[in-house]
Nanobody
């Protein structure tokens, strides 16, 4: 599956952004999806995940209460609403897809397909 992430940009601390990720493929396909981010000089880290049904959701502790992941099931599109952004949220954000098993995955190697990433820069 091909993934296309969008919505990144330059914002100030306290602002909000919404990232989108559209997964291509047959309309009947479903995927468990995840969001990760990678800051300069750091490893890729888990941000949020949502299963294909939307029933199971998980967040990294660093974003709980500020970020919300959701999906439009019929379109295989997932969103990451990011509120109260902080300078430490600055990173390239990636969406990832895995076979639909209704399982939350927190590790990058659990995902088979990745989008190209979208840069989020939060200034102080």
């Amino acid at each position: 599956v091909q993934l296309q992430a969008s919505g990144g940009g330059l914002v100030q601390a306290g602002d909000s952004l919404r990232l989108s990720c559209a997964a291509s493929g047959p309309p009947s396909s479903r995927y468990d999806m995840g969001w990760f981010r990678q800051a300069p000089g750091k490893e890729r880290e888990f941000v949020a995940a949502i299963t294909w049904s939307g029933r199971n959701i998980d967040y990294a502790d660093s974003v709980k209460g500020r970020f919300t992941v959701s999906r439009e099931g019929a379109k295989n599109t997932v969103y990451l609403q990011m509120n109260s952004l902080k300078p430490e949220d600055t990173a390239v954000y990636y969406c990832a897809a895995a076979r639909a098993e209704n399982v939350i995955r927190r590790r990058p190697n659990e995902y088979a397909d990745w989008g190209r990433g979208t840069l989020v820069t939060v200034s102080s």
